[in-house]
């Protein structure tokens, strides 16, 4: 079964410093997809950013990107000039195509004035 | 607007009785699931759905029942089976690569 590990259970931050959050995962498969999603203290879970695993690039979304290494299952998330909305749970997820998705345990993300 | 919609989104309930939480939505998307999420801690599958009228146990199923007779839906019940059912209830739905959208989430608190 696949297994993905976030070893992080808290970090913290300074506002609009850079913080990278880690996650490794365990599978056979060469083609799947990862996720991160934040969990504010609303509780609803959100999509921050996704990386397919045949593509080589790194994903980037505004101030979120990856550092994705495949060969070493490694997929962490770098929040650039963190804010205060910034400040939730964050899980990452692994799917492979057809499947279900399985989460980490999360990382509580806390920003500092 | 396009979402999945959770109801209640708080429900209390005595022990030995059995309680159901909705979830409807407008997506179009064939899969369906429900995880349920304890303090401090990650999400776990309680069941899935990939299609209409078929559904799969999650990682931990026992103490709940599940229907998919619409692709719209997929109502959650949580029988009196259910030895520690107070959790918060997240549903969501998937494209075919695998993105979850997820409704608010549902709070049940056994009294």
């Known amino acids: 079964a696949q297994t993905v590990t976030q070893s992080q259970p808290e970090m913290s931050v300074q506002e609009a410093e850079t913080v990278t959050l880690s996650c490794t995962y365990d599978t056979s498969e060469s083609d799947y997809y990862l996720f991160w999603y934040k969990q504010p203290p609303s509780r609803q879970m959100i999509l921050v950013i996704r990386?397919?695993?045949?593509?080589?690039q790194n994903a980037t979304e505004n101030r979120f990107s990856v550092n994705f290494q495949k060969a070493a299952k490694s997929f962490s998330l770098k929040i650039s000039d963190s804010q205060l909305g910034d400040a939730a749970m964050y899980f990452c997820?692994?799917?492979?195509?057809?499947?279900?998705?399985?989460f980490g345990t999360g990382t509580r993300l806390t920003i500092i004035p | 607007d396009g979402g999945i919609t959770q109801s209640p989104k708080y429900l209390f309930r005595k022990e030995g009785q059995n309680v159901t939480l909705s979830c409807e939505q407008n997506l179009n998307h064939d899969a369906m699931y429900w995880y349920r999420q304890d303090p401090g801690q990650g999400l776990r599958l309680i069941y899935y759905?990939?299609?209409?009228?078929?559904?799969q146990k999650g990682d931990i199923a026992e103490g709940y029942s599940v229907s998919r007779e619409k692709k719209e839906s997929f109502p959650l019940t949580v029988t009196s089976a259910q030895k520690n059912p107070t959790a918060f209830y997240l549903c969501?739905?998937?494209?075919?690569?695998?993105?979850?959208?997820f409704g608010e989430g549902s709070r049940l608190t056994v009294l």
């Open positions: 990386q397919e695993a045949y593509k080589q």
């Open positions: 759905s990939q299609i209409v009228n078929d559904f």
């Open positions: 997820a692994y799917i492979l195509w057809g499947e279900k998705l399985t």
């Open positions: 969501a739905s998937s494209i075919q690569t695998g993105e979850l959208f």
